[in-house]
């Protein structure tokens, strides 16, 4: 079965499920990196926000024979039924700069594979990266969400770019603050995640020897954590924790590494790296960049190498 045809079906048998006081609709919604999937969402006649249930892997899972027709509706409406808001959200304040001012952060994304949405949306390049802006959505019922601002919006406010970017430098670090750790200490989080019951932190610092000391930089929700390079001082002030020059390595768009700077050659070897991780590790919405970043202690500025 074609993926449109699947997705069709999907629709209409959720409609029928859900009945008439419902609105299912299928969206082509443009992602990170030019990637765009095929989105559900269901509305119930007194509300006016839903999630959004992207039916890709769905046809993937189906097209391999892991999963029926059935088995994928049922997920679904289980999807919906646990992610639903049963409420509508005001949002005439979106209409007003001062209403959403204290609410605007900043996000990296890779520029060369957003050409498309960077022609809709303010931005600030940086190095091969570019800097584009959201307003946060804060709702006690239903938790974080975020809007991409586009230039009708900046319109609207009658704002510039240097505005957003003044409020977000502000905004990001307090809304959404950073977290570094070093890569021994994340293993063993995400060990103790998968087997808490077997996790004894002294076994597991043992097999993690941190003899070669890099860290992990995101925010504490590691969600679009890689920004945080930007944080006014963060880098320098590491940079004299450690007392060396690092580089900084893409990990995702969640996260980057940093790494004391060594030997000689070892920058060719981290590209390397860098590489075949992207290709083999990383979603393509979630990569970041294919290059390597060094931030001069002496210079006190990040450059790409």
């Known amino acids: 079965m074609e993926f449109m045809n699947f997705t069709t079906l999907v629709r209409e048998e959720v409609e029928r499920r859900t009945g008439d006081n419902y609105r299912v609709r299928l969206n082509d919604v443009r992602k990170n990196n030019g990637v765009v999937l095929r989105g559900l969402t269901v509305m119930q006649d007194d509300s006016n926000i839903s999630p959004t249930i992207y039916l890709n892997n769905y046809y993937e899972e189906y097209a391999n024979g892991r999963a029926t027709l059935v088995n994928v ?181 969640h996260e980057v590494l940093l790494l004391p700077a060594g030997h000689d050659g070892e920058s060719e070897e981290i590209k390397s790296m860098i590489r075949e991780i992207n290709d083999t590790q990383v979603s393509t919405e979630e990569i970041l960049s294919y290059s390597l970043y060094f931030y001069d202690r002496e210079e006190r500025k990040i450059i790409r190498l």
């Not at 390079?229 to 990990?251: C, K, M, Q, T």
Request: charged share 25%.
């Open 73 to 253: 509706v049922n997920d679904v409406m289980d999807t919906y039924h646990r992610n639903k808001v049963n409420q509508s959200v005001d949002m005439r304040y979106f209409l007003n700069y001062e209403s959403v001012q204290q609410r605007i952060i900043y996000k990296l994304v890779n520029t060369e594979k957003n050409r498309e949405l960077l022609e809709d949306v303010p931005h600030i390049e940086f190095l091969d990266l570019s800097i584009v802006f959201q307003c946060m959505v804060a709702q006690e019922e239903f938790g974080t969400a975020s809007i991409l601002i586009h230039n009708v919006h900046m319109k609207l406010w009658d704002v510039s770019v240097e505005n957003l970017y003044q409020a977000a430098k502000e905004n990001t670090q307090r809304l959404q603050e950073y977290e570094i750790k070093s890569m021994a200490d994340v293993l063993c989080e995400i060990m103790r995640e998968e087997d808490p019951e077997n996790a004894d932190s002294e076994d597991l610092a043992e097999e993690f020897p941190d003899s070669v000391p890099m860290y992990v930089l995101s925010n504490k929700n590691r969600v679009e954590g890689a920004v945080c390079i930007l944080y006014p001082d963060l880098v320098r002030d590491f940079a004299e924790a450690i007392g060396s020059s690092f580089y900084i390595i893409p990990s995702s768009v």
